[in-house]
């Protein structure tokens, strides 16, 4: 199956694909529809993994931003209102900063549907595809490391991605060293890459842009167009460098006190 991934924040289809999977994958969690929303309860103590993921803001106003919250403020979840826009400032803020909403991030999205650029590759970086239990739980451990993520619900979140028929996971070595990890999801018609990370140790050594390559390569192999992500202010100009190009914002907001 080719992806369809024109320049339409082709990332935040395959993040609505993402949650509704992961949701299908934990006993308590469920979803559902609501006014061109995907609603994600996953009981995670996280506010991304609890909300509103909207498929289109433009009909967003403060009778629907009452509506998506009053089911997570009466479960006391931490909760968000999640959607993308062409720039980081979309009109939509100030409606949910008048409904005393703030902003919880604000991730350019980025999207190549080429070959990579690529840059000549340190021979002695080493990357594998995650496939026994031992790889699992070293890339588990690279991301928590890489990222300083920590807490239970960062945990059962990798769990469950690993465990997800639609995820190709990599690691990465430099030298006899286990450096780096990343993952590309194939859902909602587009490849999309999540938790590339590297190590203090071995970083600006090319070991992202060979995972990048290998995950991108997977997905244009099993039919995909290219690949798109949300990108970090660090990585940023490693994903322009390897051809990726600007493809909207994804912001979320979260209530100040955090309930509503």
Request: charge should be negative; charged fraction near 15%; include cysteine.
């Amino acid at each position: 199956m080719t992806a369809v991934q024109t320049p339409t924040m082709a990332f935040h289809r395959n993040w609505i694909g993402l949650l509704a999977q992961i949701a299908n994958h934990l006993p308590n969690a469920y979803t559902w529809r609501k006014e061109q929303a995907l609603m994600v309860r996953t009981g995670w103590h996280l506010a991304v993994f609890n909300g509103a993921v909207l498929e289109s803001a433009a009909a967003l106003d403060a009778a629907l931003i009452r509506a998506y919250a009053a089911p997570f403020a009466a479960l006391r979840l931490p909760y968000s209102i999640q959607f993308c826009a062409p720039s980081p400032t979309p009109p939509q803020s100030g409606l949910l900063s008048a409904a005393r909403f703030t902003e919880l991030l604000c991730d350019p999205l980025m999207l190549c549907e080429a070959a990579l650029t690529m840059p000549p590759i340190n021979p002695t970086i080493r990357v594998q595809f995650v496939e026994t239990p031992d790889d699992q739980a070293l890339y588990a451990r690279l991301v928590l490391e890489g990222f300083d993520m920590v807490g239970d619900s960062a945990e059962q979140f990798l769990e469950v991605l690993l465990r997800l028929p639609e995820g190709r996971h990599v690691v990465a070595w430099l030298g006899d060293q286990p450096a780096g990890a990343g993952s590309v999801v194939l859902s909602g018609g587009v490849a999309g890459v999540y938790n590339v990370t590297t190590l203090p140790f071995a970083r600006r050594q090319g070991i992202a842009a060979a995972m990048m390559e290998a995950l991108h390569e997977r997905a244009r192999a099993e039919g995909y167009s290219g690949t798109a992500l949300a990108s970090s202010v660090m990585g940023m100009p490693l994903y322009q460098r390897l051809g990726y190009v600007a493809d909207g914002y994804q912001l979320a907001y979260i209530p100040l006190n955090n309930y509503l």
